[in-house]
């Protein structure tokens, strides 16, 4: 939840066993040893709190300049030892995996470039750059950790982000930073959650597939038909007032199955029973002379794709090596009743409606000559 904050800072940050304390005017702070005080030398801490942007009492990470309430992290009570934080602890885990990871540093430096150019649509001027005094005078009374798509892109080209969570994380300190200075219901802040939301959007993409994301960045008209390093299931799919449509399965809720269409490659959440697998011919009732140009050109693409499996020596496709992911409720289906239980009846499952095919990012739909202004016509950061 994403709330305003106070119009200015009133209070300095003081650590008191791991925890930041409000306290008003300057504060002197005791250090223990040599070590903590360079530290704190080199990382201060934000004064406002990461997930609801208020101050107060906050627990203090001790790797990274972000600071919580306990009830907002949550916890139930102050931790005795150093405490980390989720972005870190996260980030901690995708150090462990290095290589083995979903995108490892080398492929996600090169496809973070092509996630900022969609981030980074018109009227997003604001947030190109590093904030400067002469703009801002009292930005840095406010903000102590800043951040922009520029350092974002140049971090990105060092190969600095280790997956895409990481990145996702330095990237929130935009939005996060706009709300402290600018307050939850300014217009600029409005154009800086659509940016987060279409960097959520992108590194989602990213981590479904890292060839699909690449390959669809390229002006290659065929992208689609490329073989990934991931194992796509095959099926046809059916939305309603449609044929059923040849797709890549891309993850799985559930029952519900996100796949992208051979074609206009259009994205769509479809419950499972509305799929079949793959086959030569298409199902009864679907054949091409019935269908039109559209989906002639959406079976002669799947054709271009199963002859590239056929090359690489992938199909017909390994269903051990499909992923996808299932909930707990088809877990417990698979398990047995005891002997002298009755067997339970199944619930006839409700299938949800049909959705419509999604496949594009939030759009950034307000003008960047309205938001760098605010009402009284001074220029807004």
Request: proline residues 6%; contains cysteine; positive net charge.
């Amino acid at each position: 939840m994403e709330v305003d904050v106070e119009d200015s800072p009133t209070t300095s940050p003081v650590k008191q066993n791991g925890m930041v304390v409000e306290v008003a005017g300057p504060v002197v702070i005791q250090y223990k040893d040599k070590k903590n005080r360079e530290k704190d030398k080199k990382m201060k801490n934000d004064c406002y709190c990461w997930i609801c942007h208020h101050t107060g009492n906050m627990l203090c990470c001790e790797r990274c300049p972000r600071v919580f309430h306990i009830k907002c992290v949550p916890l139930t009570e102050e931790p005795d030892d150093d405490w980390i934080c989720p972005c870190c602890a996260h980030l901690e885990e995708c150090k462990k995996l290095g290589d083995r990871s979903k995108c490892c540093r080398t492929n996600l430096a090169k496809m973070l470039p092509f996630a900022l150019d969609r981030m980074s649509s018109s009227g997003t001027e604001a947030f190109q750059q590093p904030v400067t005094t002469e703009v801002a005078p009292n930005y840095f009374d406010f903000v102590h950790y800043p951040m922009d798509m520029g350092t974002l892109r140049q971090k990105a080209k060092a190969g600095v982000w280790q997956c895409t969570q990481h990145f996702l994380d330095n990237a929130r300190w935009i939005l996060h930073n706009c709300i402290i200075f600018n307050g939850g219901k300014s217009r600029l802040t409005a154009l800086a959650r659509t940016v987060y939301n279409v960097c959520q959007h992108e590194m989602l993409e990213i981590s479904l597939c890292p060839d699909c994301f690449l390959n669809s960045c390229t002006a290659d008209k065929d992208w689609f038909t490329r073989v990934c390093k991931k194992t796509h299931r095959l099926v046809w799919a059916k939305l309603r007032g449609f044929p059923f449509w040849p797709a890549k399965v891309l993850q799985r809720q559930g029952q519900q199955i996100d796949v992208r269409f051979f074609g206009q490659h259009e994205r769509a959440w479809v419950h499972e029973s509305n799929t079949l697998d793959i086959s030569e011919d298409p199902p009864a009732g679907n054949r091409n002379k019935e269908a039109g140009s559209n989906r002639v050109q959406a079976e002669e693409e799947m054709n271009r794709y199963v002859e590239n499996l056929k090359k690489a020596g992938r199909w017909p496709i390994d269903m051990s090596k499909v992923k996808e992911e299932r909930d707990d409720d088809d877990e417990e289906e698979r398990t047995t009743t005891n002997e002298n239980s009755a067997p339970r009846k199944k619930k006839k499952e409700k299938i949800p409606p049909l959705k419509e095919p999604v496949s594009k990012a939030p759009k950034l739909k307000i003008s960047s000559n309205s938001l760098l202004k605010d009402e009284k016509g001074q220029q807004r950061i």
